[in-house]
């Protein structure tokens, strides 16, 4: 287990109106209504989670979770009824001013993107990290690149933490991961798989030869 982390395995409209604490960093990775995910839905239950409407991402009781001068950072699919909705909708219903869209590109061990760059609804290889503010936050640099070979689990972001805290406010920061499927170091978890990928069989084990 990460150090000082926490989790909570529940709904997360339920469990952030029980969350009594103000957080200096939001990260969520909404699982987003699309076609790809319904098609699964179809096929096997099992393989797909449950979508949700903009409004609904948009309704989440997330205002009040946030601190005086609070970063706020979402990953959103490349359709651009989500990019507009992020925008238009979800953030100003959070009480957040949009700053900036960061870029994940998604890269094979031959350094080379894992697809070609395409346009319209088809597959591109990189994804979207829309970021957000509540009031003061250090400057966080316009439309910066993330660079890594993606995991073979479907949907599995790369870790934040380090790439965001230089641009809180806060010494010591509080931080809540949204939908989350794995901990995080200082971090609350919340959603209805925060362990998913803390299985033991998707690690391997390394002796300590200074204990």
């Not at 997330?62 to 989500?82: D, G, M, Q, Y």
């Not at 094979?108 to 894992?114: G, M, N, W």
């Not at 806060?170 to 991961?177: F, I």
Request: glycine share 2%.
């Amino acid at each position: 287990m990460p150090p000082n982390c926490r989790f909570y395995c529940n709904c997360v409209k339920d469990q952030c109106l029980k969350l009594n604490t103000r957080y200096d960093m939001v990260i969520a990775d909404p699982p987003w209504w699309n076609k790809y995910i319904r098609r699964l839905k179809s096929a096997n239950e099992k393989l797909s989670y449950s979508m949700m409407y903009n409004d609904d991402i948009a309704n989440l009781p997330i205002k009040n979770l946030l601190s005086e001068n609070c970063l706020v950072a979402v990953w959103c699919t490349n359709a651009s009824s989500c990019i507009e909705a992020v925008k238009h909708l979800i953030f100003p219903s959070w009480g957040v001013e949009y700053v900036t869209t960061w870029y994940w590109l998604k890269i094979t061990v031959d350094l080379e993107p894992i697809c070609v760059f395409n346009s319209g609804c088809n597959k591109q290889p990189y994804e979207r990290l829309m970021i957000g503010k509540v009031g003061q936050v250090n400057n966080v640099p316009e439309e910066r690149i993330i660079v890594s070979i993606p995991s073979a689990l479907h949907s599995h972001k790369p870790p934040l933490l380090d790439l965001l805290t230089p641009y809180v406010n806060a010494e010591k920061p509080e931080v809540l991961e949204l939908f989350a499927r794995y901990l995080l170091p200082n971090t609350t978890s919340v959603g209805y798989e925060p362990l998913k990928w803390q299985h033991e069989s998707l690690y391997e084990m390394v002796e300590n030869k200074n204990c």
